[in-house]
């Protein structure tokens, strides 16, 4: 089962903390963050499935760590990315994998 | 012959035949449907052209359906044959009635004006021809076997309106083009303030149309959905994503349940977003919701440009990379682009949509003539507007729309200005699309007042909805199936509707958040807030009252 893909993948695989680091940079830089999983293999399919934040709720640090471990409780196979897309260059500013799936 | 467009004669009449079988009197319904007395004596007296709130609330109280009392009695069983002039010499007779079979006829209707009649039907014969005053070429022509635009039937419709039917030969259009059909047709609308109501094509001409690949039965049989209508959800925003969020946006929406994604009609091709790095992630993002959705997916890659040639080239890259559906803004476009882009289409095996520019389509021509001409030029979905918004008249004009895209059986409805009876000759049927501000609430009228084969756009709530455009479109598709259900089960939509939602809303959050989210009767189209400060900065009003412009330095 694929363990990695694109950016720090050739690190060991982030803790908590360096999870929550990321996210703090996210809300400063008022980017949008984005949760993704996905159980295939990734070469043959370029697009993962969504797990929405919920609309009218204020953005903060709290709601993206909680929902980031309910989408990786809800999917013990899957591989989660967390990114941030950037409205302004029409780019992900960050991009990486959060969580491998748990064997 | 031609009614009025603002009139419901009938709604007062079939209101009284009902009242009177059941034993009602006005304030027995007032008390059952909630309309208070003063306005059903008004509707009963014709007076006033009701909501469909008043409709709706009088239907279920009558336990009759809408269409009932808003069309005639036995609409859909009339044929009006046209009967050719009766005219005094056995010869003219016989000529007539030979020409009457291989002739189109046309119907104009004289907004305002201060002709008569008969001088009317002599200003439309010189301008069918085009000829004002007598030049000496005339002289060289054979005037026994040349045939020309003929009136037939001139009358007096309104307080300044007159219709008059002009017969046009045949041999004055060319074979297989829609083009030619209306240049000459209009050329009597130049600077005479003439409209065109409809149209009859005879066999003769109707036989050179090939009319849309693949049509009702044939998107039903290449995506193999059977027995509900389709539904179909346009991307927004139209500016500030890049191709790939785009595709990604694609994605969700088709996985969640919706049928075929549009792009915006408004988004050809800028430098931010340009059309073939759209296609390109787009055709992954449709194949990818095919694997993961089990059901095949279309999605409608907007191919409008300002040359014929660049048309075909983006639609043959959309061919390519499997998008399996183009669509066009046939009003700005125009007739040679939708006749080019269908041929394009038919070899190539895609859908073509003809969507938007529905504003452009106001001019000489109405709109069920408009509709029947988009079909038999190769359109597989044309966009009607919704019956729903405004009044009881709306329904029945979009009913007209409606009927010019079916295929069996074309009667003449002058109520929805259809004059003729049109063959069809085994043409196909079109899709229509109706949208403008749907949500849940709307589908059971919607479905009660047009059937079940209608694209159902409602691209606002599905990508509006606060858990996603996935969970929107998930919504969406359950109540859409609960009402399919209830619907052959022989429950009365119009009344039951709101039920049924409610009860498809206990198996499935997605629609019950739906349901609350969108509070009943609104409409997300042409909505205007108060809370919308977005563009009014910097924007000088001018007040009617005052003569002096108000600037932004002073504080008025």
Not at chain 1, 20 to 39: A, F, G, N, W
Not at chain 2, 67 to 85: C, E, F, I, M, R
Not at chain 2, 437 to 445: K, R, S, V, Y
Not at chain 2, 521 to 541: E, H, P, R, Y
Request: glycine residues 6%.
């Amino acid at each position: 089962m694929v363990e990695r893909f694109e950016t720090y993948s050739f690190l060991p695989p982030p803790s908590s903390k360096q999870i929550d680091e990321h996210i703090d940079y996210i809300i400063e830089q008022k980017l949008t963050p984005i949760i993704e999983y996905s159980e295939d293999i990734i070469s043959v399919y370029t697009f993962w499935h969504m797990w929405h934040l919920p609309k009218g709720m204020e953005l903060s640090k709290i709601l993206v760590q909680k929902m980031l471990n309910q989408c990786v409780h809800n999917n013990p196979m899957a591989l989660v990315r967390l990114s941030g897309y950037d409205p302004k260059s029409r780019c992900n500013q960050i991009s990486f994998i959060a969580k491998a799936p748990q064997e | 012959m031609a009614t009025k467009k603002d009139e419901l004669p009938q709604l007062a009449q079939n209101m009284r035949r009902i009242m009177g079988e059941m034993g009602f009197n006005a304030s027995d319904l007032s008390k059952k449907s909630g309309v208070s007395v003063a306005s059903l004596s008004r509707i009963l007296g014709g007076q006033v052209n009701p909501g469909i709130n008043h409709i709706s609330a009088i239907s279920k109280a009558l336990e009759v359906s809408i269409d009932s009392l808003v069309l005639p009695n036995g609409v859909h069983a009339v044929t009006q044959k046209y009967t050719p002039d009766d005219s005094t010499t056995k010869q003219h007779h016989e000529e007539a009635s030979l020409r009457s079979e291989t002739d189109i006829l046309v119907s104009f209707i004289l907004e305002d004006t201060d002709y008569t009649p008969n001088e009317a039907a002599r200003l439309l014969a010189n301008a069918a021809t085009a000829s004002w005053v007598h030049s000496w070429t005339q002289d060289l022509v054979d005037t026994e076997n040349a045939s020309y635009p003929k009136p037939t039937i001139a009358m007096q419709v309104g307080h300044r309106k007159i219709s008059v039917d002009v017969a046009f030969p045949e041999s004055l259009f060319e074979e297989g083009s829609i083009v030619s059909l209306i240049s000459v047709i209009t050329a009597s609308c130049t600077s005479t303030g003439a409209r065109v109501d409809d149209i009859r094509i005879p066999p003769v001409l109707l036989r050179t149309y090939s009319g849309p690949s693949f049509g009702v039965q044939g998107l039903r049989d290449k995506t193999q959905k059977y027995g509900r209508p389709l539904l179909s959800a346009t991307m927004r925003p139209i500016t500030g994503l890049s191709p790939r969020m785009f595709a990604n946006a694609v994605f969700e929406t088709l996985k969640g349940g919706v049928d075929i994604t549009c792009d915006p009609t408004l988004l050809h091709s800028v430098p931010s977003n340009n059309w073939r790095d759209r296609f390109n992630y787009v055709s992954e993002a449709v194949s990818d919701a095919q694997y993961y959705s089990d059901e095949l997916k279309l999605h409608a890659a907007n191919v409008t440009a300002s040359t014929v040639e660049e048309m075909l080239l983006r639609a043959e890259y959309a061919a390519e990379h499997g998008t399996h559906a183009v669509m066009v803004d046939s009003g700005a476009v125009g007739w040679s682009g939708v006749q080019s882009l269908a041929k394009f289409c038919q070899e190539n095996k895609l859908t073509l949509c003809a969507l938007g520019g529905r504003a452009l389509h106001n001019g000489p021509l109405s709109q069920q003539l408009v509709a029947k001409l988009l079909r038999f030029a190769g359109a597989d979905i044309v966009s009607v507007g919704s019956p729903l918004r405004g009044t009881a008249m709306a329904r029945r004009n979009v009913k007209g729309i409606t009927r010019s895209l079916e295929a069996h059986n074309m009667p003449a409805f002058p109520e929805g200005l259809i004059m003729f009876d049109q063959p069809t000759c085994g043409i196909q049927a079109s899709w229509p699309a109706c949208g403008g501000g749907h949500n849940a609430w709307h589908f059971p009228q919607l479905i009660d007042a047009l059937g079940n084969d209608i694209i159902i756009q409602c691209g606002g709530s599905t990508m509006g909805h606060p858990w996603g455009s996935l969970s929107g479109a998930t919504a969406n598709r359950v109540a859409l199936e609960a009402l399919i259900q209830a619907r052959i089960a022989g429950k009365n939509l119009a009344a039951d509707g709101r039920n049924i939602l409610q009860d498809a809303a206990k198996n499935s959050p997605e629609l019950k958040e739906a349901l609350q989210y969108w509070k009943e009767g609104a409409f997300l189209f042409g909505v205007i807030s108060n809370n919308d400060k977005a563009n009014l900065d910097g924007v000088i009003i001018k007040d009617k009252k005052k003569t002096k412009l108000k600037s932004i330095d002073t504080e008025d």
